[in-house]
């Protein structure tokens, strides 16, 4: 057995990786794409200004780990100031058809690209590459046994981003993001790092209406 395959055996809810290897894992991770941000930054830049002249990025709060608020960062896929449309769930509508998205962001968000941005919270401290996607503020209470969510960092890429995208209703996102913090290990984020790059390609789950 190599020493890689022992690290991966021995490593589930291992507290180094949980509290140390994985904030250095992620840290590396985003300078190497920091290039790749920049890269990308001025072709969209310039589509997005050229579109409607609004602001090239959104700066939505959201809740991190601990509840603390933070703000995310995205490449702006909606037009300025649209409305906050919820399902009956409480979900964010993310329709074929919803008329807030702009042309472009149509494009970016079919292909993922309006999440790159986020490797500036990560850099940050603010986020994690695999985790609890960020929830809103809002007024609802989190029931105690969803607390545990907020025990870790949130990600751009997790658990139910990289098995249903946006194809599940809010309390089964909250039940998966549940069984994700308390079973984080590194053999769990190399699968959902994996899978996410598959949906991602076969564009598979992009909407739910």
């Given at each position: 057995m190599?020493?890689?395959?022992?690290?991966?055996?021995n490593?589930?809810n291992?507290?180094?990786?949980?509290?140390?290897?994985?904030?250095?894992?992620?840290?590396?991770?985003?300078?190497?794409?920091?290039?790749?941000?920049?890269?990308?930054?001025?072709?969209?830049?310039?589509?997005?200004?050229?579109?409607?002249?609004g602001?090239?990025?959104?700066?939505?709060?959201?809740?991190?780990?601990?509840?603390?608020i933070?703000?995310m960062?995205?490449?702006?896929?909606?037009?300025v100031?649209?409305?906050?449309i919820?399902?009956?769930?409480?979900?964010?509508?993310?329709?074929?058809?919803?008329?807030?998205?702009?042309?472009?962001?149509?494009i970016?968000?079919?292909?993922?690209?309006?999440?790159?941005?986020?490797?500036?919270n990560?850099l940050?401290?603010?986020?994690?590459?695999?985790?609890?996607?960020?929830d809103?503020?809002?007024?609802?209470?989190?029931?105690?046994?969803?607390?545990?969510?907020?025990?870790?960092?949130?990600?751009?890429?997790?658990y139910?981003?990289?098995?249903?995208?946006?194809?599940?209703s809010r309390?089964?996102?909250?039940?998966?993001?549940?069984?994700?913090?308390e079973?984080?290990?590194?053999?769990?984020?190399?699968?959902?790092?994996?899978k996410?790059?598959?949906?991602v390609?076969?564009?598979?789950?992009?909407?739910?209406?």
């Amino acid at each position: 057995m190599s020493v890689f395959q022992l690290f991966l055996k021995n490593n589930n809810n291992c507290m180094l990786y949980k509290y140390f290897l994985k904030w250095a894992i992620d840290f590396f991770i985003a300078l190497i794409f920091m290039p790749f941000f920049f890269l990308m930054y001025i072709p969209i830049a310039i589509m997005i200004k050229l579109e409607d002249g609004g602001p090239i990025f959104y700066c939505g709060e959201r809740l991190g780990r601990d509840m603390v608020i933070f703000k995310m960062y995205k490449f702006r896929s909606m037009k300025v100031d649209a409305p906050d449309i919820r399902l009956a769930d409480g979900s964010t509508l993310s329709s074929k058809t919803d008329h807030r998205v702009t042309n472009v962001g149509k494009i970016i968000r079919e292909i993922s690209i309006d999440e790159i941005p986020q490797i500036l919270n990560v850099l940050r401290g603010d986020m994690s590459i695999i985790g609890p996607r960020p929830d809103v503020i809002s007024d609802e209470i989190y029931p105690d046994e969803y607390k545990s969510i907020f025990n870790i960092k949130p990600g751009i890429t997790g658990y139910n981003q990289a098995y249903f995208r946006n194809d599940n209703s809010r309390l089964e996102k909250m039940e998966n993001d549940k069984y994700y913090a308390e079973n984080l290990s590194s053999l769990l984020d190399i699968k959902i790092f994996l899978k996410t790059v598959a949906i991602v390609l076969q564009k598979k789950n992009i909407y739910r209406n």
